[in-house]
């Protein structure tokens, strides 16, 4: 019934698994470098999370303020990142990211304009400068067709609907992958010495989350069992402003343009309350702080009818709304029957971002697998304690560059060695053991584990309910073990859910371990049980290691920064001469 | 600023968001949906009929979701975003071509079952899912954004209106379902490339540092001119672009002031041979 045909082998020499952001431009810069590249995309080109992000590419441009420079944006970012970010991607990020722009409207991009014809470029929460250059609220979809049909223009090929399950090694060293493609359930095995991991986030492993469903952690999973290590999992960025009504759409993301376009927060009571958590950038502090004002206003019985806060932007012509929130106003309407030039939104904190993911070198994006490259969401270290807005899609295009830049150089130098017989079938009967396991349902586990996690790891944490999410987490895991897929290896969900929650149930609990061991609150981690900051902590990050069996997790110290470094992050840099 | 947990009042045992977010939503009633499945290659289908509970504010890419995840764990079903912005869901509701997440259930009489089959113009990969390669090669063939060398890298937002609207195009493939030229043309022998690759050859055409000229192409590979206005791709739009208005008529134009023109088509030849 569920046997597949025989695998066929491609060969590339960079593998890149994930078509969002990060995959593409890895892909269009290895094949720059004269690299044979291949692209695994788990759903149809074009569909990837990427396109969900509407606020903006964070650069420093300076077109709309030519005050801002790299400086101010690393400074921002690691003030923003409660500075346990790796500064090296901070660094590189803030300098590299204006010319990725310029790369985007070579490739055919269309940004808004300034009145004197250059990029426009907006406020967000934690940025000092108006630095996202934007296309209305409809940014990532921009950036995602650029890099797509730059990608298509450049003949890349693509492999759609293909979700890779295991990476293959030799030595210790990556050797290719294997994977099943969906529509006809047959397992595909690529021959690759170099594979990048740019396969999005972990957003699914709760149950209010603004992600897609492909958001399974996979990227991070593939990794982690292949011996890379995880940085950082504690740091999970729930976005303040998440839809909560109707039921059916709670989670989906509501821009922090609204609020960076001048939207006010306000409670049951009509107060702005961010004056009480933040008093000199209100709406516009950073997320962490919002996600938790909003979760307290609620909490504390100030919330709205659906249980959320208020978020407002009638007070602004309704022209002005419609022209820069095109999409929230269509998916307030369609969703909410709700018209935002006239009437609040009702807003609460949806699961958005993992911080955390893949430890990676700051400068080559390389693990500490020989030939694995990470970039983009599944990689750790940029963002440190907490991201700011507009950080992700400049971080998946500069370090998706680099990753694919250093992964054709490492490729077009290494030996390309063929997965041995006994790997391949091994990763052949590992994807087909749901078929043949008793176990239950996985979409009933899976929506277990999704509450779960949202109630005992979710915006506050504390000591019991973190063990009590241990426990939990080694029970689902075992139960994920066995859970069955019913039907035919041809498209179907079932199969493909069963693998998913293997995965998430593993990544579960370095996000876990690695909570209960922070034993401070910083950015997006907050412990009810240790409120403060705690100086040591500040040296360094959370590192989780996996040997097949146990994961363990370790605090590991970081690299001391040099001091120019050192001195932009903790003093604003003085303000450029404009020019 | 609170660098601190500001909550005194939450506690360890403060409430899940699922708590918290009221759960008022859910209904005693109950709705029919009728979802038709097949396996690859199948026309006609089979009519399955599910019951499924009932919640205020659904859309119908719920009911498909809680079919698959309670009664048949293996109905497949394209989906990413859920929020109107990934043109996956494509599917035919009541036999109008509509994204699924973004068609509330209530817009309908619930006394009767609602009717969810996949788009009757591509071929049937397994029940909800089609086959939509061929619109990623027609893709293909499109000559890609050229950047102009003969004038400054500069402009502005009323020269990127009219390209801005083309470029919202989710790629749903709702105008390439129900338009019939390509409703009753072959794959194998296309003539035709359909609005939403006429909207994307608009978005480029329309860039203001875009240089090439797709015009013959138009014309000849991609068959602008067997297009014949009937605007049912424009009232499928999610997006609501005004597909046949800003992005066919006026291609359909320079077709006929440029490449039909007699004087052009000389000039073109010259400058090909150089
Ligand atoms: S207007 Fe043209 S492209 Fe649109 S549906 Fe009608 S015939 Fe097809
Ligand atoms: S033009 Fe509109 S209907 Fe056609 S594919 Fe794009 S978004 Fe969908
Ligand atoms: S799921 Fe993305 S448009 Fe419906």
Not at chain 1, 84 to 104: C, D, G, T
Request: aromatic share 8%; charged share 25%; proline share 4%.
């Amino acid at each position: 019934m569920t046997t597949t045909t025989t695998s066929q082998i491609h060969e590339a020499d960079v593998l890149i698994i994930g078509a969002g952001g990060a995959g593409l431009r890895a892909a269009i810069e290895a094949a720059a470098q004269g690299a044979r590249v291949a692209v695994i995309c788990k759903s149809l080109l074009g569909k990837a999370h990427t396109i969900v992000a509407e606020g903006g590419i964070a650069a420093a441009v300076g077109s709309v303020d030519p005050r801002d420079n790299w400086k101010v944006h690393f400074h921002d970012t690691m003030q923003g990142g409660k500075f346990v970010n790796n500064w090296r991607m901070a660094q590189l990020h803030a300098q590299e990211s204006p010319e990725e722009i310029r790369n985007l409207e070579l490739w055919g991009a269309l940004f808004d304009r300034t009145e004197k014809g250059g990029v426009m470029q907006r406020l967000f929460g934690g940025h000092t400068y108006k630095r996202l250059v934007h296309v209305g609220d409809r940014t990532g979809l921009e950036l995602i067709r650029t890099l797509q049909d730059k990608a298509v223009a450049e003949r890349i090929q693509v492999f759609m609907e293909t979700t890779i399950t295991k990476l293959l090694k030799h030595d210790g060293k990556i050797c290719g992958a294997a994977g099943y493609v969906r529509e006809t359930g047959r397992f595909i095995v690529f021959k690759a010495p170099a594979v990048v991991i740019a396969a999005g986030g972990s957003g699914r492993i709760y149950s209010v989350t603004s992600n897609s469903w492909e958001g399974t952690a996979d990227g991070q999973a593939l990794a982690f069992r292949a011996g890379a290590e995880l940085m950082d999992m504690e740091f999970i960025q729930f976005h303040p402003t998440g839809m909560v009504w109707p039921h059916s759409v709670r989670g989906i993301l509501v821009t922090e343009s609204v609020r960076g376009e001048g939207g006010h927060l306000t409670n049951s009571l009509g107060e702005r309350f961010m004056e009480r958590y933040d008093k000199e950038r209100m709406e516009l502090s950073t997320r962490d702080v919002v996600a938790r004002a909003i979760y307290t206003e609620v909490k504390e019985g100030r919330g709205s009818p659906h249980g959320g806060a208020y978020l407002s932007i009638a007070h602004l012509p309704a022209d002005f709304v419609k022209r820069k929130l095109p999409s929230m106003h269509e998916q307030f309407l369609a969703f909410a029957k709700v018209d935002i030039t006239k009437e609040p939104m009702e807003v609460y904190p949806t699961t958005h971002y993992h911080m955390g993911g893949i430890r990676v070198d700051g400068d080559s994006t390389a693990t500490n697998v020989p030939g694995l490259f990470a970039a983009g969401e599944s990689a750790a270290g940029l963002h440190g304690a907490n991201r700011l807005g507009g950080n992700s899609l400049s971080d998946l295009l500069v370090f998706g560059a680099r990753a694919g830049r250093y992964a054709a150089q490492y490729a077009l130098g290494a030996e390309h060695i063929t997965p041995s017989a006994e790997e391949i079938a091994l990763a052949e009967h590992e994807a087909q053991a749901p078929f043949e396991a008793t176990g239950e349902n996985p979409f009933a586990l899976q929506e277990e584990m999704q509450n779960m996690m949202m109630s005992e790891v979710g915006v506050y944490r504390v000591e019991e309910k973190l063990k009590n999410a241990l426990n939990q987490i080694r029970d689902l895991q075992e139960r994920a073990a066995n859970v069955r897929a019913t039907g035919s290896v041809m498209y179907n969900p079932v199969w493909h859910t069963a693998l998913d929650v293997k995965n998430m149930a593993l990544i579960a609990e370095t996000i876990a371990q690695s909570a209960h061991l922070r034993t401070e609150s910083r950015g997006a981690h907050s412990r009810v049980d240790f409120p403060n900051y705690d100086a040591n902590l500040q040296k360094g990050n959370m590192v989780a290691r996996y040997d097949g069996q146990n994961v363990t997790v370790a605090f590991v110290e970081q690299p001391p920064m040099p001091q120019e470094l050192h001195d932009l992050t903790y003093n604003k840099p003085e303000v450029a001469a404009a020019a | 600023m609170s660098e601190t947990v500001t909550s005194t009042q939450v506690h360890g045992g403060g409430a899940t968001a699922d708590q918290i977010v009221s759960v008022d939503s859910a209904t005693n009633q109950h709705i029919q949906v009728r979802i038709n499945r097949g396996e690859a290659g199948e026309i006609e289908g089979r009519w399955e009929e599910f019951t499924v509970p009932l919640a205020k504010g659904m859309v119908v890419l719920d009911t498909v979701l809680w079919v698959q995840a309670h009664q048949a764990n293996d109905l497949a079903a394209r989906w990413n975003c859920k929020a109107a912005k990934c043109g996956s869901c494509s599917a035919e509701i009541n036999g109008k071509p509509r994204l699924m997440c973004k068609t509330r259930v209530e817009d309908f009489n619930l006394a009767e079952p609602i009717l969810i089959q996949p788009l009757q113009t591509f071929k049937r990969i397994k029940d909800l899912v089609t086959d939509v390669s061929w619109n990623y090669r027609i893709n293909a063939t499109i000559k890609p954004f050229t950047p102009r060398q003969d004038r400054e890298w500069k402009w502005f937002q009323h020269d990127a209106d009219r390209a801005q609207e083309m470029r919202k195009c989710i790629e749903c493939f709702l105008c390439q379902d129900v338009c019939h030229v390509l409703r009753y043309q072959t794959e194998e022998k296309p003539q035709f490339a359909g609005p939403r690759y006429f909207v994307r050859t608009a978005g480029l055409d329309f860039h203001p540092m875009d240089g090439a000229e797709r015009l013959e192409q138009l014309a000849d590979e991609h068959g602008l001119g067997l297009c014949n206005i009937t605007y049912c791709c424009s009232e499928v739009c999610p997006e609501h672009i005004a597909i046949t208005h800003n992005a066919i008529i006026p291609e359909k134009e320079r077709v006929v002031d440029e490449f039909h023109d007699p004087v052009k088509k000389f000039i073109r030849k010259i400058q090909k041979k150089k």
